[in-house]
């Protein structure tokens, strides 16, 4: 079972924002990076935002991450029907020596 | 343009064993480490472990110690990932992904496409 927790689903209208949470310890999302991951629906998984807050070139501006504590949220502004995936925040525990993965939030589009 | 394209699906026996490969191209191969993460039918993603090719030592997570094997042949810009004492409860898809970043950050920025691997008798 993972160590990061997320809430398994979020839905918001077209053109709405939704947020996701991401709930972990001290030995991982509280002092080391997080990452976000985009998971399209038979695809494999896409980086989203890295460093907390960072977006790799070509993610649009609608998605956004923060980082307060031993959680993190990712944000998505202006949503669209091609958002509906499933979401998955990402980082290292230092206590167990492994990347960890959150238990993953399916973003459904009304 | 990093990409990276693995091996097509697998149907194995229990108590077998599994080698998936993840060819790489448009970028600096030996230096980036390359995970391998896989995901059960309808659950999760785990992590595995990888390895640095320039390194070619493995590091992987405790639940697969023993079990997993990863090497790279710099020669084609490939990394192979070895799971053995296959059973049903390993069936799933296994993705490699490039960790780029910086000493001590894990960002896995590129993903292969999947490998489904079957484990039934």
């Known amino acids: 079972q993972s160590v990061l927790t997320q809430p398994p689903s979020v839905s918001a209208a077209p053109g709405q924002r939704v947020t996701i949470s991401c709930s972990g310890s001290s030995s991982n999302v509280g002092n080391n990076f997080v990452s976000w991951y985009q998971q399209l629906p038979g695809s494999a998984p896409k980086l989203l935002i890295y460093?907390?807050?960072m977006r790799p070139s070509g993610i649009p501006v609608r998605f956004s991450g923060s980082k307060s504590g031993t959680s993190a949220t990712l944000g998505i502004t202006g949503l669209q029907t091609g958002d509906e995936a499933d979401y998955y925040c990402?980082?290292?525990?230092?206590?167990?020596?492994?990347?960890?993965f959150g238990t993953g939030t399916k973003v459904t589009v009304l | 343009q990093v990409q990276l394209v693995q091996s097509g699906a697998e149907v194995k026996k229990p108590g077998s064993s599994v080698k998936v490969s993840c060819k790489a191209s448009?970028?600096?191969?030996?230096?980036?480490?390359i995970k391998w993460v896989r995901q059960a039918p309808g659950q999760g993603l785990e992590w595995m472990g990888g390895?640095?090719?320039?390194?070619?030592?493995?590091n992987y997570a405790q639940k697969f110690q023993g079990r997993i094997t990863v090497t790279a042949d710099e020669s084609t810009s490939t990394v192979y990932m070895e799971l053995s004492s296959l059973r049903p409860e390993d069936t799933a898809v296994y993705y490699c992904?490039?960790?780029?970043?910086?000493?001590?950050?894990?960002?896995?920025?590129?993903w292969g496409q999947g490998t489904l691997v079957t484990v039934s008798s």
């Open positions: 992904a490039r960790a780029g970043g910086r000493v001590g950050v894990v960002i896995l920025d590129h």
């Open positions: 990402g980082t290292w525990d230092s206590s167990l020596s492994v990347y960890v």
């Open positions: 448009g970028g600096t191969f030996s230096s980036y480490a």
């Open positions: 460093d907390n807050n």
């Open positions: 390895l640095i090719p320039i390194f070619n030592t493995g």
